[in-house]
């Protein structure tokens, strides 16, 4: 019987420090790794850590240098910094995915995005999460069908859906139906709804469920940070706690069992044994896209094409970058932003 | 919109007893009306009763068989003296009425698990076929058509629901939140702990109020004469299902239940606009969709095994409920339209 063992790392980061969040990635892999995980999960945007001001002041009320700093921490792919999480990935011959702030590399619109590099240090995946919440949606752009795979990684199928993307039912189903093994949730979602939502995922699906949030507690703000003051007003830890991000992470099992965590308000990494054979043998009950599917009734259209600002074309263009852009559905393109 | 008070009755039924349950039925939701509900839910497959042994006969033999054969004489014809006497019930106590019922066709052999809603004027105003049974209960149940995915305005909010694990089948969730529901039913045999987070995620997904509704059963409440009963519920565990009722508000809160191990109704008063509201926040067939990567079509219509076409016949006969006239399938339930489609809210 396959057994996986994972971690799932609850950290807190060095806000808007790309190389110093990166660091945290390499100290912490290398811990994990040395626990016998192969599979290391970190939470969401972790390099470089959320942009806590668009729920700690009204939108774009002074957020001119916060936002600079996200623009210019965000990781570029591929860039040094990509190269970097790869290389951690390699050294420690483990599967490692990450949250990152993603940007194109001359482009100023910031992308909620988890990267997946394999123990060869091959970036075998990507999700840019595909509807940012509430106010993330004035710091993040929205991400396309064409990042929605479950990877193969020789052990496990994974795959997953960032934070509150997890209550996109069709989303879910799309991942399913390629036969998702272990679901990855990278999150800030707090509280025990949170937890609710993990393990009815993993029954939904009878799938191992990881849920993995960071830790933020203000005093671990720099006293440098730019408007340090308006970042954190005292009138929001009033009201909220010193907390900025408490943390939630969990493990669950197919059958919707918690099998460590949740864990809120200190930094650890969760480890766990998941017997790979537990998800076929739950399926016999419940699989949503086999014997429990209706597909008479149901019929689930998705649009997996990258959707990039500008398809060109024209005497300029490339004959190979011609050939079948006209077509919405069409798949096999290369990715444009890879 | 009114804020009022909803009832999940959890009980047990007079099992194998059609006549016995409905008249349970009739008096718990007096019980519940007297309390001021203006919906009241029962458990699935309620009458009359859930068929339990499903998971503990071999599929085949004697007693299975025999069991079967109760079950279909006591299963609940739509458009039938045991439904309108659901019907005059809602209508007399100026209530909704939900009620899980093993289900047929007035001329067939194949058994529904279906989810009746009677309105206060006394319609049959909905009725939903579980999609796809579980396990064993594939052997007692047929699946239900897209025809019964459903919502109801009742005045208060919409209403609708899905059956046990179909609750775990995210594309009929889909169906219903597209049609704007708001007070969501899931009456359901599964008393499981992990059934709770499945009940407050939905809740949190569809920013709507669930209602999970169970039914609690005790081996000593079966009849004496029931075929097995020795073998099968001879055991030192009583309980056949302690019951799992709750109501959830729209942020995922427990606002009543769960209620285990004992008969009661479980109340909480609810505010559509509450649901609505919360929206703002997540709405899956809104602005938390993304209809250009992800399309989900529903084939609603109503799906008969067999249609009959006469040419010959002026003005063609139509059959009258119960008798053994051919198109019975597609006679319509009473409020029902034959053909109903998914549309957005």
């Given amino acids: ?338 | 919109m009114p804020r009022v008070t909803v009832a999940a009755v959890q009980a047990a039924p007079e099992f194998l007893d059609r006549a016995a349950t409905i008249d349970k039925v009739i008096a718990l939701a007096e019980e519940a009306a007297s309390r001021g509900a203006r919906l009241v839910a029962f458990p699935e497959a309620f009458v009359p009763g859930y068929p339990d042994w499903v998971w503990r006969t071999r599929p085949w033999d004697d007693t299975a068989s025999t069991l079967y054969a109760r079950l279909l004489e006591q299963a609940l014809v739509a458009a039938s003296p045991a439904c309108d006497a659901l019907a005059e019930a809602a209508r007399r106590l100026g209530i909704w009425l939900s009620v899980g019922a093993t289900e047929r066709d007035p001329a067939g052999s194949t058994l529904y698990n279906a989810l009746l809603h009677f309105a206060p004027d006394g319609r049959l105003a909905g009725r939903h076929r579980k999609l796809m049974p579980s396990g064993g209960e594939r052997l007692v149940w047929g699946a239900g058509d897209g025809s019964g995915l459903t919502t109801i305005d009742t005045g208060f909010g919409r209403l609708g629901g899905l059956i046990c694990w179909e609750n775990y089948m995210p594309l009929a969730r889909s169906a219903l939140y597209a049609q704007g529901i708001d007070i969501y039913l899931a009456p359901t045999w599964d008393n499981s702990d992990v059934w709770i987070p499945t009940l407050r995620h939905i809740a949190r997904e569809g920013r709507t109020y669930v209602i999970g509704v169970t039914a609690c059963l005790r081996a000593t409440d079966l009849p004496e004469d029931l075929p097995g009963r020795a073998a099968l519920y001879g055991g030192a565990e009583d309980w056949l299902s302690r019951g799992n009722s709750a109501i959830i508000s729209p942020a995922g809160d427990i606002i009543a239940g769960p209620l285990a191990g004992e008969e009661g109704i479980v109340c909480a008063e609810i505010d559509a606009e509450v649901a609505r509201a919360s929206r703002q926040q997540l709405d899956v067939v809104g602005h938390y969709s993304r209809s250009d990567v992800l399309r989900l079509t529903v084939d609603a219509t109503a799906r008969a095994a067999v249609t009959f076409r006469r040419d010959d016949a002026e003005p063609p006969a139509r059959p009258s409920a119960g008798s053994a006239a051919p198109s019975r399938e597609a006679a319509p339930v009473p409020g029902q339209p034959a053909s109903r489609h998914a549309g957005k809210r």
């Fill in chain 1, 1 to 338: 019987m396959t057994t996986l063992r994972i971690a799932a790392v609850q950290a807190s980061y060095v806000l808007m420090d790309r190389d110093a969040a990166i660091g945290q990635v390499a100290a912490l892999t290398a811990a994990a790794a040395a626990r016998g995980a192969q599979l290391i999960v970190f939470p969401e945007v972790f390099v470089p850590g959320t942009p806590i001001w668009i729920d700690t002041q009204p939108i774009w009320t002074g957020d001119e240098d916060w936002f600079a700093l996200l623009a210019e921490n965000a990781v570029v792919i591929p860039s040094p910094a990509s190269e970097r999480l790869a290389a951690i990935a390699a050294e420690h011959q483990v599967w490692l995915v990450v949250g990152v702030q993603e940007r194109e590399p001359h482009g100023s619109t910031i992308y909620n995005t988890v990267l997946y590099f394999s123990p060869l240090g091959e970036l075998a995946g990507r999700h840019r999460k595909l509807v940012p919440t509430g106010s993330e949606r004035t710091v993040w752009g929205i991400g396309d069908g064409s990042t929605l795979q479950v990877i193969d990684t020789g052990l496990a199928r994974i795959g997953g859906l960032i934070c509150w993307e997890n209550y996109m039912p069709l989303a879910r189903f799309h991942l399913y139906a390629q036969g998702v093994q272990v679901w990855l949730a990278p999150t800030l979602a707090s509280g025990d709804g949170w937890i609710a939502t993990m393990r009815h995922i993993a029954r939904e699906n009878r799938m191992f469920v990881i849920g993995v949030n960071p830790v933020l507690h203000e005093d671990q703000v720099p006293a440098g940070f730019p408007g340090r003051d308006r970042l954190i007003p005292a009138g929001y830890t009033e009201d909220n706690g010193p907390w900025l991000e408490e943390g939630n992470s969990v493990v669950v099992a197919p059958s919707g069992t918690v099998l460590a965590g949740p864990v809120r308000q200190r930094e650890e990494t969760l480890i766990a044994d998941l017997g790979l054979q537990d998800v076929a043998v739950a399926r016999r009950h419940l699989d949503p896209v086999g014997h429990y599917n209706r597909p008479d009734i149901f019929r689930l259209q998705v649009n997996t094409s990258p959707q990039p600002a500008v398809i060109e074309s024209g005497t300029i263009a490339s004959t190979s970058k011609l050939n079948g852009d006209s077509d919405e559905y069409q798949t096999s393109h290369e990715h444009p932003h890879s």
